[in-house]
Every structure is written in C-alpha cells, then in structure tokens.
C-alpha cells in the first residue's frame, strides 16, 4: 500500500487546513488509517485515525473539537480537517496505514506499516 499526502502549508494562528492522503487509488483495506504528526525535537505522536471496519473516530485530546477525521465513500482515501489551528500544531503531518494491529494499538506509531511522505504545517501566532 503506497499512501500520498497532500495539503500542508503555512497559516495565520485561527486558520483552517485540510490535508488528504490516498491509498494508492484504490479501496483500502487495512484495520486503521490515521494521521500522525511531528515536531522539531520530537517524538512522533498520535493525532487522530479511524478503525477502517466500523468507522471509529478516535483523537487525540489536544486536537479534539479542532480536528476531524473523515473518509470517501469508495474507501480510498483519508481526510485531517484542522481548524483553529495554533502555533503548537506545526510539525510535519504523516498519514499512515495499518494492516495487522489491535484496536488497542491504535495511538501507537510502532503499530502502522504504512506511511505517507509527510507534509509541512507551519502556525504562525
């Protein structure tokens, strides 16, 4: 599974981004998609994903009620909309995939196989 994403970019604190990643054009089928994101001197962290099966959203609290992840009705592609967006949320934003994981696992990086290229987002306050 290849996954491409797209829709970084440098905003204004209070802006709104929407970033996409496809899964290489066609319907996936993997247990999970979901978005991870890292800043300068980091570690990588959970920001949101869906359990591909039943359509579970699942956030992280620092993005909660700012952030939504969605999907297309044919299942090929994931969406991050951001808004209100802070100084804090710049990092590179990674979308990722994963095939053989548990529920439980969902947060963790270590459990995606799949991994985009990463996109900017840069908030200046």
């Known amino acids: 599974v290849q996954l491409q994403a797209s829709g970084g970019g440098s905003v204004q604190a209070g802006a709104s981004l929407r970033l996409s990643c496809a899964a290489s054009g066609r319907t996936y089928r993997g247990r999970s998609m979901g978005w991870f994101r890292q800043a300068p001197g980091k570690e990588r962290e959970f920001v949101a994903a869906?359990?591909?099966?039943?359509?579970?959203?699942f956030y992280a609290d620092s993005v909660k009620g700012r952030f939504t992840i969605s999907r297309d009705n044919a299942k090929t592609a994931v969406y991050l909309q951001m808004n209100s967006l802070r100084a804090e949320d710049t990092a590179v934003y990674y979308c990722?995939?994963?095939?053989?994981?548990?529920?439980?696992?969902?947060?963790?990086?270590?459990?995606?196989?799949?991994w985009g290229q990463g996109t900017q987002v840069t908030v200046s306050s």
């Open positions: 990722a995939g994963g095939e053989s994981m548990i529920l439980s696992t969902i947060r963790i990086p270590r459990a995606y196989g799949y």
């Open positions: 869906i359990w591909w099966s039943t359509g579970t959203l």
